[in-house]
């Protein structure tokens, strides 16, 4: 198997940093919508404030491709 270029893992590795990217933004609006004092709902509170630790599980996630990648190309 050939290796792969600086360049090539580089460029894997930044689209994976911006996903992780993404991810940490969703996860703040979502942290934020179930901290909202105006929404007085405590369901869909609690339903946004589940997704926000499911985009944290995905950034976690994200986190070990990338480490992967590092390691491993």
Known sequence: M?????????????????????EASTRDLYIK?????GIENQRIKNTFGKIAED?????ELVQKIINIVNDSL
Do not use: N
């Not at 919508?33 to 004092?37: E, K």
């Not at 985009?55 to 950034?59: G, K, N, P, Y």
């Open 55 to 59: 985009e944290q599980r995905h950034i």
């Open 33 to 37: 919508i179930s901290s909202d004092p």
């Open 2 to 22: 050939a290796k792969i270029k600086q360049h090539d893992k580089d460029k894997i590795i930044g689209e994976f940093e911006t996903m992780k990217s993404f």
